[in-house]
């Protein structure tokens, strides 16, 4: 089955030109098929959801990025800019608290033609392909190293693959068409027994070492040693089908279970139910970024963090999402905390486009943890209990400075399925 194929991450302190030429050509050509599924050059205009940018902005943002780092480390001369104006409009993106702050801040923006935008992006691509051709290759290449900055940038794009597709997610289908080789994850339509785990105790360590040979955000920098309790969780992640019986029970009706902002915000948008799920009589479709199917009850459910926490408050018994300390202790177990090479075997998880969707809970067999929990690395997502904090020794990369925003968030754990990473670099800072 032909499928489409995301590189392996780069081992940055032992890599060829040649492999970086494929590691970014790769992050690039995957994000030119998922804006090629846009039927139409209006759909670039719409801004699918209400806290985000026109989809236009996405479609520049990544190979701005790369000219703007390019510039800042000295690998691009100032007048070698390929468009000031755009190096300026499309840098910086948006993280409004409602759709009115963003209207404020964007109303009077004029967008470019989409054709324009895509010129752009060639001649960006041919900028960084020679700049990657001509600069002296010296290993390793860390973080005051100029090509750091390459490293951020396709590790940046490649974060936007996967914000773009949830964008592309909540457009009318008729707006999109899936792309050749796009493979979804078959489903049984029945979802397993979850069991309580018990996860035996330990001292882990968070934090990244800072000559671990992948590239790293610098939140996942710093060190803190934790020592974690034994305790229960589930086997595997949740399912559609579970969270279904919460739906049935008049969950989302029910107060009980929501904190006050939680309920505030269920009350305001009016949910009734996950985000992609679609009602249809007695049942619901599941969107997937381009297309309704039905159901697929063994796949991990798709939530945000307070319907998460409604959930648990729902199953009662003290069920509550994991700690960050917690979730390391049963991913990699006691005295590790990721950062062995050995850890990123890639072809075991739902990673790197493995499938085009999220894939049954506990399919993969290859996915159990030491713990005997699965899915812990690929597939989707998880919500941890921790808030977004600093570890000891956080230092702010210079690169990275302006982009910084002081904002409230949760903890999330696990790469995303485009990303060939599980790596403490899921200390990401995400909307609730």
């Given amino acids: 089955m032909l499928t489409i194929e995301s590189t392996q991450p780069l081992k940055i302190d032992n890599c060829s030109q040649e492999e970086i030429i494929n590691y970014f050509q790769n992050s690039w050509q995957i994000e030119d098929i998922l804006f ?82 895509w010129q752009y992006r060639d001649k960006a691509y041919q900028v960084i392909l020679d700049v990657i051709k001509n ?76 000559d671990f040979p992948t590239y790293g955000w610098d939140s996942e920098y710093g060190t803190l040693q934790i020592e974690v309790k034994q305790f229960l969780a589930s086997k595997y992640m949740i399912t559609n089908g579970e969270f279904l019986e919460f739906v049935k029970d008049g969950g989302y009706e029910n ?78 177990g006691a005295g590790t905390n990721g950062n062995s090479p050995e850890q990123y075997n890639i072809g075991n998880y739902n990673l790197n486009f493995k499938f085009g969707s999220p894939s049954p809970v506990g399919e993969l067999a290859t996915a159990e943890s030491p713990s005997g929990l699965y899915d812990l690395r690929g597939n989707v997502w998880e919500w941890i209990k921790d808030e977004f904090k600093p570890l000891p020794g956080f230092k702010t990369h210079h690169l990275y400075r302006r982009l910084r925003r002081r904002c409230h968030r949760r903890l999330r754990r696990c790469g995303g399925r485009s990303s060939g990473q599980r790596r403490p670099s899921a200390r990401r800072r995400r909307h609730p």
């Fill in 255 to 332: 107060q009980e279970y929501w904190d006050k902002e939680s309920w505030d915000w269920k009350q305001q948008y009016q949910v009734k139910q996950p985000k992609f799920w679609i009602p249809e009589d007695e049942s619901y479709q599941y969107r997937t970024i381009f297309e309704e199917i039905d159901l697929p009850l063994d796949f991990p459910v798709e939530v945000n963090h307070y319907e998460a926490m409604a959930y648990c408050h729902w199953k009662g018994k003290g069920m509550r999402l994991m700690t960050e300390a917690e979730w390391n202790l049963a991913a990699y």
């Fill in 135 to 210: 600069m002296p290759l010296n290993l390793p290449i860390h973080q005051n190293h100029p090509l750091w900055s390459l490293m951020m940038s396709i590790e940046h794009q490649r974060i936007h693959i996967e914000t773009s597709s949830m964008l592309f997610r909540q457009l009318p289908t008729d707006k999109l068409k899936r792309p050749q080789y796009w493979q979804y994850a078959p489903s049984n339509s029945n979802f397993p027994d979850n069991e309580m785990i018990l996860v035996s105790g330990g001292m882990i360590t968070l934090g990244k070492a800072e």
């Fill in 36 to 117: 090629k599924s846009l039927i139409e050059n209006e759909t670039f205009y719409l801004n699918p959801d209400p806290l985000r940018n026109a989809l236009i902005f996405y479609l520049g943002h990544s190979a701005v990025f790369y000219i703007n780092k390019f510039v800042n480390v000295g690998l691009l001369d100032k007048d070698k800019r390929i468009n000031s104006e755009y190096e300026i409009m499309f840098e910086i993106g948006v993280d409004p608290e409602t759709p009115e702050e963003l209207e404020e801040a964007t109303s009077k923006r004029k967008w470019p033609h989409v054709e324009e935008v």
